[in-house]
């Protein structure tokens, strides 16, 4: 029989519970989708009454939650799998836990981060049967929980959509060249990785939220970039600056897997996860642990095409000839680690 998954997340191109439901099949499962959005649903007013005095409170949380046990009654899954800071009261885990459908979150944020935190999630978030965290600085803290199996889990490429565009004459590539390329939103952080490249004389392209709201940056923000968008920017700039966000406390991105699958050249922020994922430094990818070391390095890559070639082709290939970091391979790990016997915490 069928292992059966209700996903509930965002169901939108390029976000991960999409991800995992497109690569159910691929997985030898049956999945369905609840857009999480709709708990959020309703007058403007209540919802910015919710957001600013109620925690970032959906203003449909019990209701949407009510409809995701209706759904499993209906439906009878194995497992229910939410993404991210999911609108899932406590009330609904324990309907779930009492049917005896277990429940997981894969938690694509740090939750301890201010920007994320909302008090109704972590109340939620004991009464899950597992966590699965991309993150390894957050183990510690969702373990002291006392409540759900945590594990690490790296986040992932999307097949369907991150894969290397086709071939493009030197006149077709021009619109999408770039000398650096970054694909993220803005923030200070971020910003000031930029300042010093845009002063030494580098060509940026810079795609993704709030670019156009940064101090400086108005006339380099390109806006967001959809699917066909990111493939043809990241193969065909020079070099992709790899971040994470020190907020969110990140030892990897999901731009990590996603610029590699493309075949882009990298230059990648120094964690011992990116270690972990690419391997020493000049394998498949440079490393850089300051914005001096990384104007270095963008001078020896854009100086040396011949390598920087070598280099997405050797990435491309790490991440993708073993087949284990789709989201088809997650989910089955996920499935595995919450339907089988435990064997322990994931390290």
């Given at each position: 029989?069928?292992?059966?998954v209700l ?9 991960v519970?999409?991800h995992?439901m497109?690569g159910?099949?691929?997985a ?7 857009d999480?959005a ?7 007013w ?6 600013h005095?109620l925690g970032?409170r ?5 209701r949407?939650?009510?409809e995701v046990?209706h759904?499993?009654?209906e439906?009878?899954?194995?497992l229910?799998l939410?993404?991210?800071l ?14 005896g459908?277990?429940?997981?979150n894969?938690?694509?944020?740090d ?7 909302t008090?109704?999630f972590?109340?939620a978030?004991?009464l ?15 373990e ?8 690490y889990?790296?986040f992932a490429?999307?097949?369907e959509?991150?894969f290397?565009?086709?071939a493009?004459?030197?006149?077709e590539?021009t619109?999408?060249?770039s ?6 939103g803005?923030?200070?952080?971020r ?7 845009i002063?030494h004389?580098f ?5 993704g939220?709030?670019w156009?709201?940064?101090p400086?940056f108005e006339s380099?923000?390109r ?8 493939r ?9 600056l790899?971040l994470?966000?020190r907020?969110?406390?990140?030892g ?8 590699a ?5 990298l ?6 996860e990116?270690?972990d994922?690419?391997g ?5 990818v440079?490393y ?6 990384l104007?270095?390095l963008?001078?020896?890559l854009?100086a040396?095409?011949v390598e ?5 082709n050797a990435?491309?290939?790490?991440l993708?000839?073993?087949?284990q ?5 997650r989910?089955?790990?996920i ?6 016997p ?6």
């Open positions: 029989m069928t292992t059966k996903i509930v997340g965002n169901p939108r191109e390029t976000h519970g999409r995992f497109n159910a099949p691929n030898g499962l049956e999945a369905q989708i609840m999480l709709e708990a959020y649903e309703g007058p403007r209540i919802k910015s009454l919710c957001w005095l970032k959906p203003q449909r949380l019990n949407f939650g009510g046990v759904r499993c009654q439906w009878r899954p194995g229910v939410t993404t991210g999911a609108p899932l009261p406590e009330k609904s885990l324990a309907q779930l836990r009492a049917a459908i277990t429940t997981a894969f938690l694509t944020d939750p301890w981060n201010k920007h994320h935190h008090p109704w972590m109340r978030l004991p899950y049967d597992h966590v699965f965290t991309p993150r390894r600085a957050n183990v510690p803290e969702l002291a929980l006392h409540g759900p199996k945590i594990h889990l790296p490429y999307a097949p959509i991150h290397p565009p086709a493009m004459s030197t006149e590539q619109p999408w060249s000398e650096v390329l970054f694909i993220g803005a923030d200070e952080e910003a000031n990785i930029m300042r010093p490249l002063q004389g060509k940026l392209g810079l795609w939220g709030y156009d709201r940064m400086g380099l923000a806006g967001h970039a959809g699917p066909t968008e990111f043809n920017l990241v193969a065909h700039a020079g070099v992709n790899c994470v966000r907020a969110n406390r990140d990897h991105s999901m731009r990590t897997f996603e610029l699958a493309v075949g882009g050249c230059a990648v922020e120094d964690t011992a990116h270690r994922i690419f020493p430094d000049g394998t498949c440079r850089f642990t300051s914005t001096r070391e104007i270095t963008l001078e020896q854009l040396d095409r920087c070639r070598r280099l997405a990435v491309r290939s790490r993708v000839d073993s087949g970091h789709t989201y088809a391979a989910l089955q790990t499935v595995a680690a919450c339907l089988q435990s064997t322990g915490n994931a390290p």
